[in-house]
């Protein structure tokens, strides 16, 4: 039985009982109208799409309704399922005007107005504009039903590993690392969001379709240097079959938490783990306590 399958009669919602890590109640994003990314290659599992702000217009939702990546109508944003490609990196601060500034010296701020939210990348990665949507889906769902995802990330070393694996002439792209937020209405608690979304992003980048290798450590309560207090979680992998040039293990860690305007929002990150250059745990945390929620008329 593949993925995104169930048994008959095996229970009373089949988007759930088909992925252990939609929880009652957790959401996922709606088929908004996009643009989708310029054609550079796409990773087979991490999928990436411009949204014209303008034309993100909602429409009728999935199964269990929509989730917010961005919060305010114009930055409500999901993916193109019918594209499958990475974004160029934007160069320069391309959300420098948002008036939000880093709080770590040399650092770059990366900011979703529309969720209210802000944090810290080091200097050396790459911000996505603030449309961009990056999430992960089953390998064998035509329709690309997203798993989870995040707006408008941060990323490192974009085309850290490029391959063809299924040698169609056109090359995909694996980033080193990504880091991003998104609104999680619908969600049941921050604990909840913490273990589901860490959990997704490490099964739909890394291990996929073995569930089996997916472990998420307990959920934790914590606070950042701005005061904002919810849980984190991390989950790894471990044992991933290497068939393909660019598989890794991998490792994710969600922080979710209340905006400004009370509704459930979450930060994550996930990287290859088990590489040489991959990302120490220490630097995570030094990112996620820079997350910060700000009143979106303000920036």
């Known amino acids: 039985m593949g993925p995104g399958e169930r048994p008959p009669g095996g229970g009373t919602d089949p988007q759930q009982d088909a992925n252990p890590y939609r929880q009652p109640g957790y959401q996922q994003p709606n088929p908004y109208t996009a643009r989708p990314a310029a054609?550079?290659?796409?990773n087979r599992r991490t999928r990436t799409v411009a949204l014209a702000a303008t034309a993100a217009v909602?429409?009728?939702?999935?199964?269990?309704?929509?989730?917010?990546?961005g919060g305010g109508s114009d930055d409500e944003a999901a993916p193109d399922p019918t594209r499958s490609s990475v974004s160029?990196?934007?160069?320069?601060?391309?959300?420098?005007?948002?008036?939000?500034?880093?709080t770590v010296d040399g650092w770059k701020v990366v900011v979703n107005t529309g969720l209210g939210v802000a944090f810290d990348v080091p200097a050396d990665w790459a911000l996505e504009s603030r449309d961009w949507v990056s999430y992960v889906a089953?390998?064998?769902?035509?329709d690309e039903t997203p798993l989870v995802a995040m707006k408008g990330p941060a990323v490192l070393k974009a085309r850290w590993c490029t391959s063809d694996d299924d040698k169609d002439g056109r090359t995909d792209d694996t980033p080193l690392a990504s880091v991003g937020s998104r609104g999680n209405n619908g969600a049941?608690?921050?604990?909840?969001?913490?273990?589901?979304?860490?959990?997704?992003?490490?099964?739909?980048?890394?291990?996929?379709?073995d569930r089996?290798?997916?472990t998420t450590a307990p959920v934790t309560s914590f606070t950042t240097a701005s005061g904002l207090t919810g849980s984190v979680?991390?989950?790894?992998?471990?044992?991933?079959?290497?068939?393909?040039k660019c598989d890794t293990d991998g490792r994710a860690t969600t922080f979710a938490f209340e905006n400004a305007e009370g509704d459930f929002a979450s930060w994550s990150f996930?990287?290859?783990?088990?590489?040489?250059?991959?990302?120490?745990?220490?630097?995570?945390v030094e990112i996620l306590s820079t997350v910060r929620v700000f009143t979106p008329e303000e920036s």
Do not use: H
């Open 188 to 209: 049941r608690s921050t604990e909840e969001i913490a273990r589901a979304d860490s959990a997704a992003w490490v099964y739909g980048m890394y291990t996929q379709p």
């Open 58 to 69: 909602v429409v009728a939702a999935l199964v269990t309704g929509a989730v917010l990546l």
């Open 39 to 42: 054609p550079d290659g796409g």
């Open 270 to 284: 996930f990287g290859a783990a088990g590489v040489d250059e991959e990302v120490p745990q220490a630097t995570v």
């Open 212 to 214: 089996k290798k997916v």
């Open 138 to 142: 089953e390998d064998d769902d035509p």
């Open 233 to 244: 979680a991390t989950s790894t992998s471990s044992g991933v079959e290497r068939q393909d």
């Open 88 to 102: 160029p990196s934007a160069s320069g601060d391309p959300r420098a005007a948002d008036g939000q500034r880093p």
